[in-house]
């Protein structure tokens, strides 16, 4: 399931996974979606390790703006992956 996270400028879309735990280390899946004319940019970015795949559309500028974003918001990502989302938040 994947919980929303943030709207940004043209309604591209930030969601994220609950904890997914592999090999005794735990991961997020954050995924951003951008709707164009025709579909949709798309890409999968895991934290904590900020491992790129899947990526449709979106320019090399987008991705580093996209990583210095999730760098500096991944502490809440994080914590709302393991609290269930902002529905699980206190």
Excluded at 30 to 36: A, D, H, Q, T, Y
Excluded at 45 to 57: D, F, Q
Excluded at 61 to 83: C, G, N, P, T
Aim: charged share 20%; glycine share 8%; with cysteine.
């Amino acid at each position: 399931m994947l919980c929303p996270f943030m709207t940004l400028n043209g309604n591209t879309e930030i969601v994220h996974s609950e904890t997914i735990e592999e090999n005794g280390h735990e991961n997020v899946q954050v995924r951003i979606e951008k709707p164009v004319y025709g579909g949709f940019y798309t890409a999968t970015c895991w934290l904590p390790e900020y491992r790129w795949e899947n990526i449709e559309g979106f320019s090399r500028e987008d991705i580093h703006y996209f990583q210095e974003l999730l760098e500096s918001v991944s502490h809440i990502i994080l914590q709302l992956a393991r609290e269930g989302g902002l529905e699980g938040s206190p």
